[in-house]
């Protein structure tokens, strides 16, 4: 069974930085694309970013676009999200989750496994 890791959350000040990782196992995790998702307080679960199960394509949500950067060990099975400039509305849980195949894809359904999310909380 593949199971999904995520670690790394926690509180940040605004601009600050922060390292998802998400570590994988049970599963051939270099023949997926990877992808993160966020969930604030209310709200829907939304697309942050995918990568490519080589790691040489990504893509991201406008709204992370330039401050956060998604990526991958194969020879680890883990994925990164490294997020830079943080805001208070980048506060959600973060989840990782895995690519029903090997495609760039931002919609939820197209990803099988998903991660357990990890707290992130960006505020002064």
């Known amino acids: 069974q593949v199971r999904l890791v995520e670690s790394g959350g926690g509180l940040v000040q605004p601009g600050g930085s922060l390292r998802l990782s998400c570590q994988a196992s049970g599963g051939t995790f270099n023949r997926y694309a990877m992808g993160w998702f966020r969930q604030a307080p209310g709200k829907e679960r939304d697309f942050v970013a995918t990568?490519?199960?080589?790691?040489?394509?990504?893509y991201y949500a406008d709204s992370v676009k330039g401050r956060f950067t998604i990526s991958r060990d194969n020879a680890k099975d883990t994925v990164y999200l490294y997020m830079n400039s943080l805001e208070p509305d980048d506060t959600a849980v973060y989840y990782c989750?895995?690519?029903?195949?090997?495609?760039?894809?931002?919609?939820?359904?197209?990803?099988?496994?998903w991660g357990q999310g990890t707290q992130v909380t960006v505020s002064s």
């Open positions: 990568i490519s199960w080589s790691g040489d394509a990504d």
């Open positions: 989750a895995r690519n029903r195949g090997n495609v760039l894809q931002t919609a939820r359904e197209t990803f099988d496994y």
